[in-house]
């Protein structure tokens, strides 16, 4: 394989602005370019906000799907054809699958090319008890034609299937971490932008419009600290189909400019560099890119105990953990912080610290590792 560059297709439903497509574009960013060459194929063409990302990094992108109706190109068929016409010309080594939908198909697909067939590593992003049962279930029927799996973290790993769950490495993802960091510098500009008044505490969110993120929770906790406190304001950047009933519980709430609603934001970690405290109100989460940037940004955290956040945040060090779904807890843990200006520093070194630990370098070389070796038994196998 000497001045040979390993083929990786990562294969992904859309390429919104979610954790799952934003830990893409910072792993292409990351690639050992000499040795590998990253092309990227999805399914559902109007999400389509990192591929500026993705290219301006040498990523080519494909676009399987068509039409614009919210699920015609998944059940269409049409992208599965162009799926394995892709694969029958790109040469890949690898095919890198990151969501379960899509990769119950892909999987057969790709086996089907023969013997030669591009090994397949697949990631899960999220507990398998959050995906829908038939989702579940053909993941479940595939799950063994992949080569390797990798989760984003031990509670999505214990989520697995009993009887595959010791196949799956569980690889800590990131963040280019001195690429968030420079957005420090900003914080008062940011501010600025938001109307913000020096003396008022400031509490930011990066979650799309999605049931997981639990957005009437967060009001909910909102308006108890906005009565209780009246220097803290709230921030959030998301998008997503829940928009409407988002944006009418907000206004229910009498949230006002109090919560500012920012939509999509091609610099949400900007927006989050201008931010006192971050908070999720998450019913469930692998391992949150926001909570990554929040911590590499030094920001101490009040977010919901689920998936891998626990992980990430010791309770009472770079933030505090409240059970999902109980309001009243989450707006105490907010209180608690924008009171104590002093606790806010104390948490927030300890934020800056722990999120060094989430640089995506070191995930990256992990799982380049994996497709190295792969695909050195693919070109042995072929060559043969």
């Known amino acids: 394989m000497v001045g040979q560059r390993v083929r990786v297709l990562h294969l992904v439903k859309g390429l919104g602005p979610g954790g799952a ?42 676009c399987l799907g068509s039409g614009s109706g919210r699920i015609r190109p998944i059940v269409n068929g049409r992208w599965v054809l162009r ?25 057969p697909i790709t086996r089907s090319l023969g013997a030669r067939h591009p090994a397949l590593v697949s990631t899960e992003h999220n507990g398998w ?20 799996h990798f989760a984003v973290s031990e ?16 690889v800590i993802h990131g963040v280019r971490v001195a690429d968030v ?26 979650a799309n419009y999605l049931a997981q993120k639990a957005y009437p929770d967060l009001f909910a906790a909102a308006r108890i600290a906005l009565d209780a406190e009246p220097r803290i304001r709230f921030v959030s950047v998301g998008q997503g189909p829940l928009e409407a009933q988002i944006k009418a519980e907000h206004a229910r709430l009498d949230l006002g400019d109090d919560f500012q609603l920012l939509g999509y934001r091609p610099d949400a970690v900007r927006v989050l560099a201008g931010c006192d405290i971050f908070t999720l109100a998450s019913h469930f989460e692998g391992l949150p890119v926001a909570l990554m940037e929040a911590l590499a940004l030094g920001l101490p955290v009040a977010a919901t105990a689920v998936g891998g956040v626990p992980d990430a945040i010791t309770d009472g060090r770079e933030g505090f953990l409240v059970e999902p779904g109980k309001p009243a807890e989450l707006a105490d843990a907010l209180l608690r912080l924008a009171k104590d200006e002093p606790l806010r520093a104390q948490l927030g070194e300890a934020s800056y610290e722990r999120g060094s630990d989430f640089d995506i370098g070191r995930a990256v070389r992990q799982i380049e590792s994996v497709y190295a070796a792969l695909a050195e038994d693919r070109r042995r196998l072929r060559d043969g």
């Open 21 to 62: 497509e934003r830990l893409l574009c910072a792993a292409a960013a990351e690639r050992d370019r000499d040795r590998f060459n990253y092309e990227v194929a999805y399914v559902l063409p109007w999400k389509n906000h990192v591929v500026p990302d993705l290219t301006a990094t040498g990523v080519a992108v494909h």
């Open 129 to 148: 008890a959050t995906y829908s049962p038939p989702t579940r279930l053909l993941n479940r029927l595939t799950y063994r034609f992949d080569d390797a």
């Open 181 to 206: 960091r420079t957005h420090l510098s900003e914080r008062d500009a940011v501010r600025a932008e938001l109307g913000v008044a020096p003396d008022e505490v400031v509490v930011g969110t990066i």
């Open 83 to 107: 799926l394995r016409a892709l694969l029958q010309s790109g040469n890949y080594d690898i095919v890198h699958l990151h969501s379960p939908a899509i990769a119950a198909v892909a999987r």
């Open 155 to 170: 509670q999505v790993r214990q989520s697995v299937a009993r009887s595959v769950r010791d196949e799956v490495t569980v």
